[in-house]
């Protein structure tokens, strides 16, 4: 089973590739018929789109080379990772939740923060009762882990 994240950056691939090669080559020629190049803004337009894909494409790729790392079987079963669902008690006694997510599919209004993120990366590894302390933009702040439910859980809940 692939990872979510993978699913979406391969769709992406596919639709910028196919702009690179199918519809761009067309608007292209259709700027070179309009004459003169070194005035010609629709053809500057074009060839600056072209040099945009190719380096979004590159990115795509290495990204998944360098996600196709991560494996279901390197998700920890019993400790914070990709996936996991984390309940944390703050420093003033109020409950947080978030979701440890790939850095692409962030959304801090629901609660997706970042697996590279100081919080993600403390959190990782970690295990229902440890404390962990995060510098953050307001200052050091201490999290105790009370809930965690992780990728495989999730998961195996969707199942049955």
Known sequence: MELPVMARLKKELEELRHELTTKLPKELETARAHGDLRENAEYEACKHRQGFLNARIGQIEQRIRDLSLYTLNSIPHDAVGYGSVVTLENDDGAEEKYQIVFPEEVDPAVGLISIGSPLGRALLTREVGD???????????????VELQTYHERNDQKVS
Do not use: H, L, N, S
Request: glycine content about 6%; charged content about 40%.
């Open 131 to 145: 404390e962990v302390e995060v510098a953050t933009p307001k200052g050091r702040r201490k999290f105790q882990i």
